[in-house]
């Protein structure tokens, strides 16, 4: 049962802070770092995204014909909306445009907002502001709503409460793209470095969908990664 309650939980403005120093520290070089095998994960995700039926049921069913996402994208209609929660340098949000969405991207570090508006500026409409915070963004509710490589990082209570607010920010599914157990010792050194939660991440994350959604689809992207796909044709519980 996840908490209504608007109050902070205690260790946020900590990990806040920890968090937006390191990302300040290492916006600059992050795309040298990270850009090209990123792009190919979520690159990967999206393209998994779009082949999802987000009408079905029970994991492993699909219905015939083209998935809505992909008619939506090949219609007259508007194109679909989709929110990156912690869009870092948008790498995310770029794939995402690329397919055919409208994004609107937040994150709470403004120098990775300034290397995402120098390097894609045209990917998204960036916004600063807290990833529990994605409901009030305008133009939500969104069809889709992302995170790349976030929910590892933070503590179990807040992790809990921005999956819970995605939800309300989507309309059609949640789309996660983070890590998938087993653990690898280079993550666990890397993720070490950087303070996160990842073991406690591997261990809890299963539980922490099933308290926000019916259903979740699983797609394994890489050896240490996957993506989650929570579809919201049938509404989530707690909601």
Do not use: W
């Amino acid at each position: 049962m996840i908490s209504e309650n608007p109050q902070k939980p205690t260790d946020r403005p900590d990990h806040v802070r920890r968090a937006q120093r390191l990302f300040s520290i290492i916006a600059p070089v992050y795309d040298l770092m990270l850009a090209r095998s990123m792009t190919r994960v979520y690159r990967k995700a999206v393209d998994l995204l779009l082949q999802t039926d987000l009408h079905v049921s029970e994991p492993g069913h699909a219905l015939p014909g083209l998935p809505p996402l992909c008619r939506q994208l090949r219609s007259p209609f508007p194109a679909p909306t989709a929110l990156d929660v912690g869009t870092g340098t948008g790498l995310l949000a770029s794939e995402l445009a690329k397919a055919g969405f409208q994004v609107t991207a937040i994150d709470s570090c403004s120098a990775m907002l300034r290397v995402a508006r120098l390097h894609r500026p045209r990917a998204a409409r960036y916004i600063q502001a807290e990833a529990h915070l994605a409901s009030r963004r305008p133009g939500a509710p969104f069809d889709i709503v992302c995170a790349g490589m976030l929910l590892h990082g933070l503590p179990r209570e807040y992790r809990r409460e921005v999956l819970a607010d995605m939800v309300r920010a989507a309309r059609k599914a949640v789309m996660v793209v983070d890590y998938f157990p087993p653990s690898s010792l280079i993550t666990v050194a890397v993720e070490r470095l950087e303070g996160s939660y990842y073991r406690d991440f591997l261990h809890e994350f299963r539980d922490d969908l099933a308290c926000v959604a019916a259903n979740t689809l699983v797609h394994p992207l890489t050896a240490t990664c996957a993506l989650y796909v929570l579809p919201l044709s049938h509404r989530p519980r707690n909601h």
